[in-house]
């Protein structure tokens, strides 16, 4: 296909089909996009005569893409990055005036410790803006940023989608947290003798601390396992039990009341990297590089980098 034959190509239609291979579902597909059902149907139709293949066959309640499909995926998708990218670098940013809408997903603890700060002086900056926060981690932002619910996300990163762009904005250290009032840092022996609390969005009971412990020939027991940061000082009160826990939510915490922190009684061996992490596409978008800024900024940790 030359260039001119481009002409014949509806640009809306390689957005569906980009839809469509992340939801796995015309319904889907059709709420993100704000369409009706019979229009992703139509799409998907026209679609599927441009490419000359069915694209996606249905197994059960999804639709599996074909191997032609998975192939255009690969090659699409940097493609589409580029036009926007292209358009993006056309248009200006204005903090003071915008009312734009930025999608953003972060780690329980970083919506605790970090993301008053950022929301202060984003609300001094931009007070037409608007910020929605997803609840993220590293197992869940590639799929929020490869879908385009989100255009950023701050997190512990593994895999990310092929053309999301990232950058370290913390080395954290964890950190002991206690309520009691006995003085002075506690010993190996007394840390793995207390009860043990910690934040588990899955629900597990055993963490890299139990690695960490496991090299040293020692082991700890967990009694109580929470889903978020936001209540544990609270729960700590009054008991024997320790947290462990990133150290900018150990200070958030510990400035609250009622606890206090202080460095572990080993040395941790595991390299922990706080990330920003965001989609190719807006790289260069004026207004998605000011939220950037704001975030390494605000949430990032100069003396760490």
């Known amino acids: 296909m030359n260039r001119n034959d481009l002409r014949r190509v509806d640009l809306n239609l390689l957005i569906v089909f980009e839809t469509l291979m992340h939801e796995r579902s015309v319904t889907r597909a059709a709420e993100k996009l704000f369409l009706g059902q019979p229009a992703i149907s139509a799409a998907l139709a026209r679609l599927r005569s441009l490419f000359d293949d069915p694209l996606f066959v249905r197994t059960g309640r999804s639709m599996e893409p074909t191997a032609r499909a998975e192939e255009i995926a690969r090659l699409l998708s940097p493609a589409l990055d580029s036009i926007s990218t292209a358009v993006s670098r056309a248009s200006s940013f204005d903090p003071a005036t915008s009312n734009q809408v930025f999608r953003i997903g972060l780690t329980d603890e970083v919506e605790f410790a970090l993301l008053p700060s950022l929301l ?175 975030i390494q900024m605000f949430v990032g940790d100069p003396d760490s980098l």
């Open 120 to 294: 202060r002086r984003i609300r001094a900056e931009a007070p037409g803006v608007v910020l929605v926060v997803r609840r993220a981690n590293y197992l869940l932002v590639p799929g929020l940023l490869a879908s385009g619910e989100i255009s950023v996300g701050v997190c512990y990163t593994q895999e990310l989608p092929a053309n999301a762009k990232r950058k370290i904005l913390r080395r954290p250290r964890p950190m002991l947290l206690r309520a009691d009032s006995i003085p002075g840092r506690m010993s190996m022996e007394d840390y793995c003798s207390r009860p043990h609390a910690m934040v588990s969005f899955a629900g597990d009971l055993n963490g890299y601390i139990d690695e960490e412990l496991a090299l040293r020939g020692c082991k700890r027991r967990v009694v109580l396992a929470v889903p978020q940061f936001n209540g544990l000082a609270s729960l700590l009160a009054g008991t024997d039990l320790v947290a462990t826990v990133p150290d900018y939510a150990a200070a958030a915490l510990a400035a609250n009341g009622g606890v206090r922190a202080e460095p572990l009684p080993f040395e941790a061996n595991q390299d922990f990297q706080l990330s920003m992490a965001w989609r190719g596409a807006q790289d260069n978008d004026p207004a998605e590089r000011w939220l950037r800024s704001r």
